[in-house]
Each structure stands twice: as C-alpha cells, then as structure tokens.
C-alpha cells in the first residue's frame, strides 16, 4: 500500500486530544503515517472546538487559509473533525467546498472508511449522533503517534476517555449539542485500556469525561448489572500494578459525592489535585446557568473536600458577564475567589453558543464591562495563586519527571505544579524524583533534586 501522510492539528479540550489519537490509530491501519506540519501533508485533519464564539473562528480563519494549500495541491484532502464539524455539518461544504470529508463526534473512529469514501463519491459530511451510543473499543497502541509530531504526546501521561457527551444542558453550553446524550463506557473495557497503557511504559492515567461523577448513571456499565459509580471505577483503576498516578476531569459540584471526595483519603495513588468547575459566585447567576447548585454548597464541598485531604490543590472554571450578571453578581465571584483561595482558575468572557438557551437570554452584558470583569478577575486569582506557590517553598515533593533533554529537569507535582530542577542526575520521562522546592514563581517552581523518589 502507497504511505501517505496526515497531519492533525487539535483544538480544545482533552478530549479532543484523546479524540486525536484514535483518529490516528484509526488512519494508520490505512496507509498513513503521522507528519509534523502542513506542508508535506497528503491529510491535514482539524480536531475542532466550539465552546466559545472565538474558538470556532479561529477554526475557521484557518480553514478557509487552506485553501490555498488544496489550490496548490489538489490531490490534498482536508478533513473537519470535533465540535465544530458536529455543530456546522454539511454547512462546512458548502461554505468551504475545498473541505473533502466533515467528522462527527460520533464518527472519529470510522475516518479511514470514510476518507475512501470522499474518494469515491466526493465531499462527506458523517454527524450521525446517537442517544444509545455505544462507544467502540480500540486498545490504544503507543506507537500509533509519531512522538516528534505533537509536543502533548507523551507517552509516560495518558488520557482515558470513560463517558461520552453530557446531560447537564447548562444553559451557555454547546457541549451537549456537539458531544450528544451522556453514555458511560463499560468498566471492563476502561481497566483493558488502563492495563494496556501500563504494560506499555504509562506511569499516569487522567481519566476523561464532561461530568464524571455522574460516570454509570446513565447505563449500565458493569458486566454483571450492579450499579457501579465513578468512586468504584477509581478504586479498581487505581489497583492497576504499575500505575503510579491518577487523575480525573471534569467534575459537576452537584453530583459530587462524599464517598468520591473520602477517595483522596484512601487511594495512594490518586494524585491531590481537584479540578472543580464552579462558574459563578451567585446564586441567582447560577440558577439562571442551570448548575443546580447554591455558593453555600459549593463551599461546604470544598471545606469537606480540605477536611478529607487537607493538601488539594483546588482549580475552577469561571464565567463572567453571563446574561443579567450585575455589578453584585460579580462581586460574590470575586468573595468567593477570596473564600476558596484556588490554586488556580480558567477564565472566560460569556459567549453567545448556537443551540443554548443562554443565547436566547435578555440582558447581554456589555464587551467592555465583561472585559474589566475579567481583567479583574484574574488579576486576583495571579495574586492567589503566587501566595499558593510561595506556600510550597522549603517542602519536599515527588515529581514525576516530564522532560530531561536539556540542563535542567521539568517535572510535575501530584498537585499538579511544574517544578524545575538543574539536571543533577539523569532521569527519563515518568521517572520519580524527590525534590525540596527552592523558589516560586508565578507559574511554576523551582527546586533541587535530593535523591531518587
Ligand atoms: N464539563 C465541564 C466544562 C467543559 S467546558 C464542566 O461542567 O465543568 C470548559 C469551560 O468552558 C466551562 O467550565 C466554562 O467555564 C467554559 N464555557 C463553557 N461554555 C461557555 C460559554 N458559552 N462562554 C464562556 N465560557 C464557556
Ligand atoms: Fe457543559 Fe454543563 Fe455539561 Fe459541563 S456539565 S459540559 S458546562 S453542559
Ligand atoms: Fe471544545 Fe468540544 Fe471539548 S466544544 S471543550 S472540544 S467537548
């Protein structure tokens, strides 16, 4: 078979990037081989993102700059893939008739058939999106990627999708339009996956979905019928023999459970960190977003969550200018940023998603004020999370080394900090080191390794 080459470019979130892979595994039983840019690719794919209106822009200013490339190049195919291929649809091919094939969420792991298609029968847009989705098992290979192509491959850190989609519908979002209904993976074909990726050199696992605590409620996702929640799932991955770390994102503060939370007591290898997605600071915005939670019980999760671990490092999500959001709304964000004191948040400006509620909503807040909201945001949550650095210094931390190419080692902390270290010994990506953390930083920090972990 003649090898081509494909080039992936992706956008968003982690689960795009898992996404990625398996549409790269998937091409490589066709002939294809991964290549690290655009120029001497015979497939350029982009793995869209539309939660935010300049997400999707940015998709399609490069789109449209391909253009060009397929001028050049006619035998070039051009592939959408992600949230924006699910949202737009057969409306890419017509806006942009240099597209050859326009992917599903749904439909990533079929791309090699269809590709062959497009040659056959010309453009193909596949965005069949399926309420009972069953979501196919493909044993993830660590040499489907060349490792050169993208710097977020590493094959020491993966990620394992466990659900699909969401049922939330909070009311600013588009990921229950792109993604589909939620739908749990089977339990057995997670722990298959985990083990494969251990036998295979992975020290640590990030477990994927929009909501994982609601992992299992949807259907039935043990073999034998019982029920089986999110917390079970943890428990026997972590049992994986050679699993030195576990994450998890994403998490609803709603269906947060105590027995979840009593996890970073009881499992050694689930890492302290906590990603936990709180939107708002008033009660009134939070209702009108649909999180079906009030401030007060955000926060005693948060003092239950300190009470079980009391080292976590907390991060958030924030919105801000959500429709009607007055000058007091947005002050209770600001209280409740003092209250937690995150380690460390992300930020947006509102923005107005195709197919949400919250687009139809009156009261649309004003460009510059969401700016100055913004601005004012996050030049707290710096302070915040500079304090929180200065609090590592003098301690002693594991770090999972990342990389050891040059003089000095990057490496992670369980709670999720970058550390620096000058290179004293030799170490290789996803081995541990105990370090004493000399310095902070604003972004990370720096330390001296005392000996191997
Ligand atoms: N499932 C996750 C969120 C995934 S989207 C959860 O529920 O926490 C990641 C973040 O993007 C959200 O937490 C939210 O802060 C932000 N976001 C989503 N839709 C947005 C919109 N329309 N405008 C601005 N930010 C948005
Ligand atoms: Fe979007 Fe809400 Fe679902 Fe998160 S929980 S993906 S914010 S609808
Ligand atoms: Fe973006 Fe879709 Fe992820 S909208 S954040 S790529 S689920």
Redesign the pocket.
């Known amino acids: 078979m003649e090898q081509k080459v494909f080039f992936i470019k992706t956008f968003g979130?982690q689960m795009n990037e898992r996404d990625s892979e398996i549409m790269a595994q998937s091409l490589s039983t066709y002939g294809y081989v991964e290549g690290m840019d655009i120029a001497g690719a015979d497939l350029i794919i982009l793995n869209t993102c539309s939660?935010?209106a300049k997400a999707e822009q940015k998709v399609m200013s490069m789109l449209g700059y391909l253009r060009k490339n397929k001028k050049n190049k006619p035998d070039l195919k051009i592939c959408v893939a992600g949230c924006v291929a699910q949202q737009e649809g057969k409306r890419i091919l017509k806006k942009m008739p240099h597209v050859d094939l326009v992917v599903g969420t749904q439909n990533i792991y079929n791309i090699g058939e269809l590709l062959l298609e497009s040659s056959k029968n010309g453009p193909q847009a596949a965005i069949g999106l399926d309420d009972k989705y069953d979501i196919p098992n493909l044993l993830p290979t660590l040499s489907s990627r060349n490792q050169d192509a993208t710097i977020s491959i590493q094959p020491f850190r993966k990620f394992v999708t466990i659900m699909q989609g969401?049922n939330?519908y909070?009311t600013?979002?588009?990921?229950p339009h792109t993604r589909g209904r939620e739908v749990s993976r089977k339990s057995n074909d997670i722990i298959d996956e985990v083990n494969a990726l251990v036998k295979g050199g992975t020290k640590e696992i990030t477990l994927l979905g929009?909501?994982v605590n609601s992992y299992g409620k949807t259907n039935s996702v043990s073999d034998n019928g019982n029920s089986y929640s999110f917390s079970d799932l943890l428990r026997e991955v972590s049992e994986v023999k050679g699993l030195k770390r576990l994450r998890f994102t994403?998490s609803?503060p709603k269906d947060l459970t105590d027995d979840l939370m009593r996890c970073f007591q009881n499992i050694d290898n689930l890492c302290h960190q906590f990603h936990l997605?709180v939107?708002a600071g008033s009660d009134s915005v939070l209702k009108k977003m649909n999180r079906k939670y009030t401030v007060r019980q955000y926060l005693n999760l948060v003092d239950n969550l300190r009470h079980y671990c009391p080292e976590i490092a907390l991060t958030t999500?924030?919105?801000v200018g959500f429709p009607g959001e007055s000058p007091e709304d947005f002050e209770g964000t600001m209280n409740l940023l003092e209250k937690v004191q995150f380690h460390g948040s992300?930020s947006?400006?509102?923005?107005d998603?195709p197919g949400?509620r919250a687009g139809s909503f009156e009261e649309k807040i004003d460009e510059t004020i969401k700016s100055e909201r913004l601005a004012r945001f996050q030049a707290r949550q710096d302070e915040i999370s500079f304090k929180r650095n200065r609090e590592y210094v003098g301690k002693i931390k594991t770090v999972m080394v990342e990389d050891c190419s040059n003089d000095s080692v990057k490496s992670r902390t369980e709670t999720n900090h970058i550390v620096h270290c000058a290179k004293t010994i030799d170490a290789r990506p996803g081995d541990c080191l105990d370090v004493t953390i000399t310095r902070a930083g604003q972004h990370s920090l720096q330390g001296k390794i005392i000996n191997p972990g």
């Open positions: 979130c939660i935010r969401c939330n909070c600013y979002c588009v990921v929009q909501n994403t609803n997605p939107q999500d924030v919105i992300f947006f400006k509102y923005s998603r949400t």
